[in-house]
């Protein structure tokens, strides 16, 4: 069965995930590659959007509907301090000197670029990136020169946007594999519960496959713009359902199986 039969199987049957705790290690890695270039394809098709229509949109709203401001000592500051909430094609803009606004605030928004009190907040699909204005050698920034760094940014996507996606690939498969380790653990209560004979490195095969339908829900969720709240709980939550009856699906040592009537 190959790689991507695996993951078609994966995202329904326990059964055929029970199958797995047999194959080779270096499969199940790259298993947990492909499942997290599958899980980071919003990432990537949003923060691209971002960086294009997204920044021109900034530009177009700091230069058109934004009267002066200065971010100096950690802090954003205007003659007329004010809340500005536009909404610019498929990117919300916010401007923010009043400190009124959280960067929680834009964990809803599906694209957003926010000017706060005291930090810059990038809102990808629900994710969220902060940049401090405390930042050492700069002392004061003003709005031409805010856009004039929006615009340098856009002219240099092309280079700054495929590091950006390898390193945030690499921090999610990181995460994978130590979120992989820890359901290994689960499952080895699992097979405490269910009186199954196996082995931690099977159960961490096992973990990397159960992991399947909560990430390809979340990914096609994100896809689509749906944020649910308590995502990570609802992951995890399948993600251990699906493990539990993996580990259901393995016979049963010979010694424990009940005796047929004769």
């Not at 994100?222 to 993600?239: C, V």
Request: hydrophobic letters at 50%; one cysteine or more; proline letters at 4%.
């Amino acid at each position: 069965m190959n790689i991507f039969q695996q993951l078609w199987k994966s995202l329904y049957s326990p059964k055929t995930i029970s199958f797995f705790r047999f194959q080779g290690i270096g499969k199940t890695i790259s298993y947990i590659f492909l499942l997290m270039l599958i899980s980071s394809l919003p990432f990537f098709i949003q923060f691209s959007l971002l960086a294009t229509s997204g920044l021109s949109s900034f530009r177009e709203v700091i230069q058109q509907e934004v009267s002066s401001f200065t971010i100096e000592h950690g802090q954003l500051t205007s003659p007329s301090p004010e809340t500005k909430w536009i909404k610019k094609g498929t990117t919300d803009i916010i401007i923010d000197s009043t400190g009124t606004v959280a960067a929680n605030d834009l964990a809803e928004k599906d694209q957003a670029i926010g000017l706060l009190k005291e930090e810059l907040v990038l809102s990808v699909g629900g994710q969220l990136q902060t940049v401090s204005y405390d930042i050492p050698g700069i002392t004061a920034i003003d709005k031409e020169e805010v856009i004039q760094y929006a615009h340098s940014l856009q002219a240099y996507s092309a280079i700054f946007l495929p590091v950006l996606f390898i390193l945030y690939y690499l921090f999610t498969s990181c995460l994978s594999f130590i979120k992989a380790s820890i359901f290994a653990a689960f499952g080895m209560l699992f097979k405490q519960l269910t009186g199954r004979k196996l082995f931690y490195r099977q159960s961490w095969r096992l973990a990397a496959y159960a992991m399947t339908p909560a990430i390809i829900v979340f990914t096609l969720l994100r896809l689509a713009g749906i944020i649910l709240s308590f995502s990570f709980l609802i992951d995890w939550l399948i993600t251990a359902i699906m493990l539990f009856l993996a580990v259901s699906s393995i016979p049963l040592p010979k010694s424990k199986k009940q005796p047929v009537a004769k």
